[in-house]
């Protein structure tokens, strides 16, 4: 019988990847697209990749598919190659090469069908997803950054920005997308004719997110392609200026990725310079912060000493 989940627990297949010598390439990829039977498309999603000793999250849904996995190098064609002919909308899908590539970001492949591919508690059919903002690259993302009839957009959550944004980026204040979009319009409510340029990781969240304002009537909507990934990769290939600052917030077991020596944060409990996230150790808390070295000695990688406490003599 095919197997198509994990049996594995999560520590086991942490140690492994420890252990494991394969190089690796973490990549991401999205696309909107209408699948009629998402359930079978998981599936088969799961066969392939699981042979391709694929690790990551991938989610489904009759909208289309969202994906940040890490695949062995050796095998990297072959899982393009696999993806391009999965679904003539799939055939050269942009995919984004992480910027610290070589990390070891997940260590088990889960991919699920879910109502959306990006939360956003937006009803159902209101929205043309095809109906868009434009796309800008690289050269002129820097060409507008400084404009004073532009206004640039973070759509990503409140801790993804505190730790690295583009240079006069307004922030949605927010800790999921679905509460940033009733805010996004409402911030900006009075700049319905200015330049409004969206960016978040990889571009996912600002596809839906321009949409969104353009249904709202906003009338210069812009997207950076590919978000900071695709907009770092560019201006480093091309030797641009890069106006992004401090680091690049990433879902996986890396945390983030550098992208200039810029320090924008500081740490939860003694307000030093810092940008290092981390998750409480107590387990009860998990509270993900920002945290420096020697607070970390001090707190026993705990958020405060009440976590510590509790882990230490099982108060709390």
Not at 99 to 122: A, C, E, M, Q, T
Not at 208 to 225: D, E, L, P, R, T
Request: glycine share 4%.
């Amino acid at each position: 019988m095919v197997v198509l989940y994990n049996r594995i627990s999560n520590k086991e297949l942490k140690a492994r990847l420890i252990l494991e010598d394969i190089p690796r390439t973490t990549v991401s990829f999205y696309k909107y697209f209408k699948i009629d039977n998402p359930k079978f498309f998981r599936d088969k999603l799961y066969y392939y990749l699981n042979k391709l000793k694929v690790f990551g999250r991938v989610y489904v849904a009759d909208e289309g598919i969202n994906a940040q996995i890490s695949v062995p190098d050796f095998l990297y064609a072959d899982m393009k190659s696999f993806i391009y002919n999965l679904d003539a909308a799939l055939n050269n899908l942009h995919i984004n090469i992480a910027l610290d590539n070589k990390g070891k970001s997940f260590w088990v492949l889960s991919i699920k069908v879910r109502n959306r591919i990006i939360s956003d508690g937006i009803r159902e059919n209101i929205l043309n997803i095809s109906t868009t903002g434009k796309y800008i690259e690289a050269t002129e993302v820097n060409n507008m950054i400084n404009d004073p009839e532009t206004i640039f957009v973070d759509m990503r959550n409140s801790y993804e920005y505190k730790i690295g944004h583009f240079e006069r980026a307004v922030e949605i204040p927010a800790n999921t997308f679905r509460e940033q979009l009733p805010k996004v319009i409402d911030i900006l409510k009075n700049y319905k004719n200015k330049k409004i340029i969206l960016y978040c990781t990889g571009g996912i969240r600002c596809e839906k997110a321009s949409a969104w304002m353009i249904y709202n009537g906003f009338k210069k909507v812009y997207q950076i392609k590919g978000g900071i990934i695709e907009y770092v990769n560019y201006a480093r290939k091309k030797g641009l200026p890069i106006m992004f600052k401090g680091k690049n917030f990433v879902f996986d077991r890396r945390m983030s990725e550098i992208i200039s020596k810029d320090i924008l944060s500081f740490c939860h409990q003694c307000g030093e310079s810092c940008d290092s996230y981390v998750n409480c150790a107590n387990s009860n808390c998990h509270l993900l912060f920002v945290q420096c070295i020697n607070c970390i000695k001090k707190f026993n990688n705990c958020c405060s000493l009440a976590c510590k406490d509790h882990i230490l003599h099982g108060v709390f």
